[in-house]
Protein backbone atom coordinates (compact mmCIF):
# COMPACT_ATOMS: atom_id res chain seq x y z
CA UNK A 1 0.00 0.00 0.00
CA UNK A 2 1.74 3.44 -1.38
CA UNK A 3 0.75 5.99 1.15
CA UNK A 4 1.83 10.08 0.92
CA UNK A 5 2.43 11.84 3.91
CA UNK A 6 0.42 15.62 4.09
CA UNK A 7 2.72 16.47 6.78
CA UNK A 8 1.22 19.75 7.26
CA UNK A 9 2.56 23.48 8.03
CA UNK A 10 2.62 23.51 11.48
CA UNK A 11 4.06 19.62 11.99
CA UNK A 12 6.62 20.69 9.63
CA UNK A 13 8.13 23.68 11.04
CA UNK A 14 6.89 23.12 15.28
CA UNK A 15 6.39 19.65 15.13
CA UNK A 16 8.55 17.46 13.06
CA UNK A 17 8.95 14.43 15.35
CA UNK A 18 5.21 13.98 14.85
CA UNK A 19 5.74 12.98 11.02
CA UNK A 20 8.28 11.37 12.03
CA UNK A 21 6.47 9.38 14.32
CA UNK A 22 3.13 9.04 11.75
CA UNK A 23 5.61 7.83 8.84
CA UNK A 24 7.69 4.87 11.58
CA UNK A 25 4.17 3.88 12.50
CA UNK A 26 2.86 3.77 8.44
CA UNK A 27 6.37 1.76 7.75
CA UNK A 28 6.16 -0.73 10.89
CA UNK A 29 2.45 -1.79 9.23
CA UNK A 30 3.81 -2.43 5.62
CA UNK A 31 2.79 0.73 4.09
CA UNK A 32 5.48 2.85 1.17
CA UNK A 33 5.26 6.20 2.25
CA UNK A 34 6.30 8.92 0.08
CA UNK A 35 6.71 12.54 0.83
CA UNK A 36 5.55 14.73 -2.16
CA UNK A 37 8.23 17.90 -1.76
CA UNK A 38 5.96 20.16 -3.59
CA UNK A 39 3.16 20.40 -1.11
CA UNK A 40 2.64 23.68 1.13
CA UNK A 41 -0.23 25.02 2.85
CA UNK A 42 -3.38 23.50 1.94
CA UNK A 43 -5.00 26.66 2.06
CA UNK A 44 -7.06 26.79 5.43
CA UNK A 45 -5.50 30.53 6.63
CA UNK A 46 -6.72 32.15 3.47
CA UNK A 47 -10.09 30.21 2.84
CA UNK A 48 -11.35 31.53 6.37
CA UNK A 49 -10.58 34.41 6.11
CA UNK A 50 -12.41 34.98 2.93
CA UNK A 51 -9.92 34.79 0.09
CA UNK A 52 -11.14 31.96 -1.89
CA UNK A 53 -9.52 33.15 -5.22
CA UNK A 54 -6.14 33.13 -3.57
CA UNK A 55 -7.41 29.96 -1.92
CA UNK A 56 -8.17 28.56 -5.42
CA UNK A 57 -4.39 28.99 -6.44
CA UNK A 58 -3.24 26.45 -3.53
CA UNK A 59 -5.93 23.90 -3.65
CA UNK A 60 -5.39 23.42 -7.48
CA UNK A 61 -1.26 23.53 -6.72
CA UNK A 62 -2.03 20.44 -4.01
CA UNK A 63 -4.34 18.95 -6.48
CA UNK A 64 -1.61 18.46 -8.55
CA UNK A 65 0.79 17.57 -6.01
CA UNK A 66 -0.99 15.21 -4.52
CA UNK A 67 -2.84 13.34 -7.51
CA UNK A 68 -0.79 10.71 -8.07
CA UNK A 69 -1.27 9.04 -4.83
CA UNK A 70 -3.12 5.75 -3.87
CA UNK A 71 -3.74 6.97 -0.52
CA UNK A 72 -2.83 10.48 1.76
CA UNK A 73 -2.53 10.90 5.36
CA UNK A 74 -2.00 13.57 7.46
CA UNK A 75 -1.81 13.63 11.41
CA UNK A 76 -4.16 16.63 11.30
CA UNK A 77 -7.83 16.64 11.29
CA UNK A 78 -8.21 20.15 10.57
CA UNK A 79 -6.36 19.48 7.42
CA UNK A 80 -7.66 16.92 6.28
CA UNK A 81 -11.03 18.53 6.13
CA UNK A 82 -9.78 21.49 4.24
CA UNK A 83 -9.26 18.70 1.34
CA UNK A 84 -12.79 18.08 2.01
CA UNK A 85 -13.54 21.88 0.78
CA UNK A 86 -12.15 22.18 -2.26
CA UNK A 87 -14.85 20.43 -3.97
CA UNK A 88 -17.36 23.60 -2.79
CA UNK A 89 -14.48 25.87 -3.69
CA UNK A 90 -14.33 24.61 -7.49
CA UNK A 91 -17.89 24.93 -7.74
CA UNK A 92 -18.60 25.91 -11.51
CA UNK A 93 -15.59 24.36 -12.27
CA UNK A 94 -16.88 20.73 -13.41
CA UNK A 95 -12.94 19.10 -14.17
CA UNK A 96 -11.59 20.61 -11.29
CA UNK A 97 -14.77 20.30 -8.62
CA UNK A 98 -14.21 16.27 -10.13
CA UNK A 99 -10.48 16.22 -9.63
CA UNK A 100 -10.90 18.04 -5.85
CA UNK A 101 -13.87 15.13 -4.90
CA UNK A 102 -11.64 12.30 -5.74
CA UNK A 103 -8.19 14.26 -3.57
CA UNK A 104 -10.53 14.02 -0.69
CA UNK A 105 -12.10 10.78 -1.33
CA UNK A 106 -8.33 9.34 -1.12
CA UNK A 107 -7.50 11.22 1.93
CA UNK A 108 -7.49 10.09 5.65
CA UNK A 109 -6.85 11.55 9.29
CA UNK A 110 -3.92 9.55 10.60
CA UNK A 111 -5.90 7.61 13.18
CA UNK A 112 -9.14 7.42 10.73
CA UNK A 113 -6.77 5.73 8.16
CA UNK A 114 -5.01 3.46 10.82
CA UNK A 115 -8.79 1.93 11.77
CA UNK A 116 -10.78 2.37 8.56
CA UNK A 117 -8.11 1.46 6.08
CA UNK A 118 -5.80 -0.69 7.78
CA UNK A 119 -8.22 -2.17 10.28
CA UNK A 120 -5.71 -1.84 13.18
CA UNK A 121 -6.58 -1.11 16.87
CA UNK A 122 -3.65 -2.15 18.51
CA UNK A 123 -0.61 -0.71 17.49
CA UNK A 124 1.68 -2.34 20.54
CA UNK A 125 2.51 0.89 22.19
CA UNK A 126 3.12 1.52 25.90
CA UNK A 127 3.21 3.97 27.55
CA UNK A 128 2.80 4.45 31.51
CA UNK A 129 0.78 7.75 32.27
CA UNK A 130 -2.48 9.17 33.52
CA UNK A 131 -3.83 10.84 30.53
CA UNK A 132 -6.72 12.86 29.30
CA UNK A 133 -7.51 13.75 25.19
CA UNK A 134 -8.60 16.68 23.65
CA UNK A 135 -10.79 16.10 20.40
CA UNK A 136 -10.41 18.38 17.80
CA UNK A 137 -13.13 20.43 16.43
CA UNK A 138 -12.63 20.25 12.71
CA UNK A 139 -11.66 16.19 13.16
CA UNK A 140 -14.71 15.80 14.60
CA UNK A 141 -17.57 17.71 13.47
CA UNK A 142 -16.24 18.19 9.99
CA UNK A 143 -14.65 14.67 9.13
CA UNK A 144 -16.90 12.92 11.94
CA UNK A 145 -13.63 11.15 13.24
CA UNK A 146 -14.99 10.60 16.84
CA UNK A 147 -14.13 7.26 17.71
CA UNK A 148 -10.83 6.36 16.16
CA UNK A 149 -8.61 8.30 18.86
CA UNK A 150 -10.15 6.03 21.88
CA UNK A 151 -9.82 2.61 20.52
CA UNK A 152 -6.15 3.10 19.77
CA UNK A 153 -5.47 4.92 23.16
CA UNK A 154 -7.61 1.96 24.93
CA UNK A 155 -5.00 -0.51 23.54
CA UNK A 156 -1.85 1.55 24.80
CA UNK A 157 -0.53 -0.64 27.39
CA UNK A 158 -0.33 1.28 30.88
CA UNK A 159 -2.51 4.60 29.57
CA UNK A 160 -5.21 5.34 32.23
CA UNK A 161 -7.29 7.27 29.83
CA UNK A 162 -9.16 9.83 32.28
CA UNK A 163 -12.32 11.94 30.44
CA UNK A 164 -11.64 15.51 29.68
CA UNK A 165 -14.83 17.74 31.25
CA UNK A 166 -16.38 19.55 28.02
CA UNK A 167 -14.14 17.79 26.13
CA UNK A 168 -16.27 18.88 22.84
CA UNK A 169 -15.58 22.50 23.63
CA UNK A 170 -13.17 24.35 21.65
CA UNK A 171 -9.63 25.18 22.56
CA UNK A 172 -9.61 28.58 20.73
CA UNK A 173 -7.17 28.23 18.07
CA UNK A 174 -9.35 28.06 15.19
CA UNK A 175 -6.40 29.61 13.05
CA UNK A 176 -7.10 33.20 12.23
CA UNK A 177 -9.98 33.37 14.94
CA UNK A 178 -7.05 32.86 17.41
CA UNK A 179 -5.44 36.56 16.32
CA UNK A 180 -8.85 38.36 15.17
CA UNK A 181 -10.38 37.50 18.36
CA UNK A 182 -7.54 37.35 20.54
CA UNK A 183 -9.43 38.33 23.61
CA UNK A 184 -12.18 35.27 23.48
CA UNK A 185 -9.93 32.83 22.37
CA UNK A 186 -7.59 33.52 25.61
CA UNK A 187 -10.76 32.67 27.95
CA UNK A 188 -11.33 29.73 25.62
CA UNK A 189 -7.91 27.90 26.08
CA UNK A 190 -7.80 29.52 29.81
CA UNK A 191 -11.26 26.74 30.25
CA UNK A 192 -9.67 24.70 27.99
CA UNK A 193 -6.95 24.48 30.81
CA UNK A 194 -8.68 24.53 33.88
CA UNK A 195 -10.62 21.52 32.73
CA UNK A 196 -7.99 19.82 31.44
CA UNK A 197 -6.55 20.55 35.45
CA UNK A 198 -9.10 18.63 36.82
CA UNK A 199 -8.42 15.90 35.19
CA UNK A 200 -5.36 15.73 37.50
CA UNK A 201 -3.52 14.32 33.96
CA UNK A 202 0.41 14.57 33.53
CA UNK A 203 -0.19 14.33 29.84
CA UNK A 204 -2.38 15.82 27.43
CA UNK A 205 -2.71 14.01 24.23
CA UNK A 206 -4.62 15.71 20.89
CA UNK A 207 -4.38 14.62 17.22
CA UNK A 208 -4.14 18.26 16.05
CA UNK A 209 -0.85 20.04 16.46
CA UNK A 210 -2.72 23.66 16.23
CA UNK A 211 -4.62 22.37 19.10
CA UNK A 212 -1.14 21.18 20.95
CA UNK A 213 0.59 23.81 19.96
CA UNK A 214 -2.32 26.37 21.50
CA UNK A 215 -2.90 24.09 24.91
CA UNK A 216 0.73 23.31 25.52
CA UNK A 217 1.68 27.41 25.60
CA UNK A 218 -1.36 28.10 27.52
CA UNK A 219 -0.28 25.68 30.36
CA UNK A 220 3.54 26.14 30.34
CA UNK A 221 2.79 29.82 30.55
CA UNK A 222 0.45 29.16 33.52
CA UNK A 223 3.12 26.97 34.93
CA UNK A 224 0.74 23.88 34.84
CA UNK A 225 3.13 20.37 34.93
CA UNK A 226 1.16 18.73 32.14
CA UNK A 227 3.30 17.17 29.12
CA UNK A 228 1.41 17.52 25.56
CA UNK A 229 1.73 14.67 22.93
CA UNK A 230 0.64 13.90 19.55
CA UNK A 231 -1.21 10.66 19.86
CA UNK A 232 1.11 9.39 16.62
CA UNK A 233 4.33 10.04 19.86
CA UNK A 234 1.99 7.83 21.89
CA UNK A 235 0.87 4.86 19.39
CA UNK A 236 4.84 5.16 18.51
CA UNK A 237 5.98 4.59 21.87
CA UNK A 238 6.89 1.00 21.63
CA UNK A 239 7.92 -1.47 24.67
CA UNK A 240 11.49 -1.48 24.23
CA UNK A 241 11.96 2.22 23.69
CA UNK A 242 12.78 4.06 26.43
CA UNK A 243 13.76 7.15 25.21
CA UNK A 244 11.07 9.73 27.02
CA UNK A 245 10.13 9.63 30.46
CA UNK A 246 6.63 8.31 31.42
CA UNK A 247 4.06 11.58 32.17
CA UNK A 248 2.59 10.73 35.74
Same mark, same amino acid.
Do not use: W
Given at each position: MRVSLF? &?? !???? /?? @?EVGKAVVEILERLGCEVDFPETQTCCGQPAYN????????? #?????? =?? /?? @???YIVTPSGSCAAMFHEYEQLFSGQPDLQARAR??? +?? &??? /?? *? /?? &? =?? !? *? #? $? $?????????????PSCH? +??? %?????? @??? %? !?? +?????KLIPLPHAHDCCGFGGTFSVKMNAISSRMVDEKAQHIEETRAGLLIGADCSCLMNIGGRLSRLGKPVKVMHIAQVLNHLRQRGDEKDAD
Amino acid at each position: MRVSLFV &TC !LTDV /FF @PEVGKAVVEILERLGCEVDFPETQTCCGQPAYNSGYHLETKE #VAEHMI =ET /FE @PAEYIVTPSGSCAAMFHEYEQLFSGQPDLQARARALA +NR &TYE /FT *Q /FL &T =EI !L *Q #V $D $DLGAELHATATYHPSCHM +NRL %LGVTEA @PYR %L !LE +NVKGLKLIPLPHAHDCCGFGGTFSVKMNAISSRMVDEKAQHIEETRAGLLIGADCSCLMNIGGRLSRLGKPVKVMHIAQVLNHLRQRGDEKDAD
